[in-house]
Nanobody
Framework: QVQLVESGGGLVQPGGSLRLSCAAS????????MGWYRQAPGKQRESVAT???????NYAESVKGRFTISRDNAKNTWYLQMNSLKPEDTAVYYC???????????????WGQGTQVTVSS
């Protein structure tokens, strides 16, 4: 069984920074794609940043230049560094990954439990 556990959310003032972490545990053969999504009240969940196994990253236009996704393969952990935060970044942030549990498994998508990020003065 694969589990994703997030940490690092909280309350920050506009212009501040936060770093989110997502640690994957359990039976993991490979992580194909990892990413971060967010959902603000009354809005649909949206992609914030993704990174392929080859290290290619993609960002939502609204966070380009402010957010950075990175990973530590040895720890099966990835991060979202969020700088210059704005009130509109307020949302529940979810980590996500496409994981193969064994070499003969198909890829399955897993989600973390979500962590609240609030940007307010």
């Amino acid at each position: 069984q694969v589990q994703l556990v997030e940490s690092g959310g909280g309350l920050v003032q506009p212009g501040g920074s936060l770093r989110l972490s997502c640690a994957a545990s359990g039976n993991i053969f490979s992580i194909n794609v990892m990413g971060w999504y967010r959902q603000a009240p009354g809005k649909q969940r949206e992609s914030v940043a993704t990174m392929s196994s080859g290290g290619i990253s993609n960002y939502a236009e609204s966070v380009k230049g402010r957010f950075t996704i990175s990973r530590d393969n040895a720890k099966n952990t990835w991060y979202l560094q969020m700088n210059s935060l704005k009130p509109e970044d307020t949302a529940v942030y979810y980590c996500n990954a496409a994981i193969r549990a064994t070499w003969y498994s198909t890829t399955a998508v897993y989600w973390g439990q979500g962590t609240q990020v609030t940007v307010s003065s």
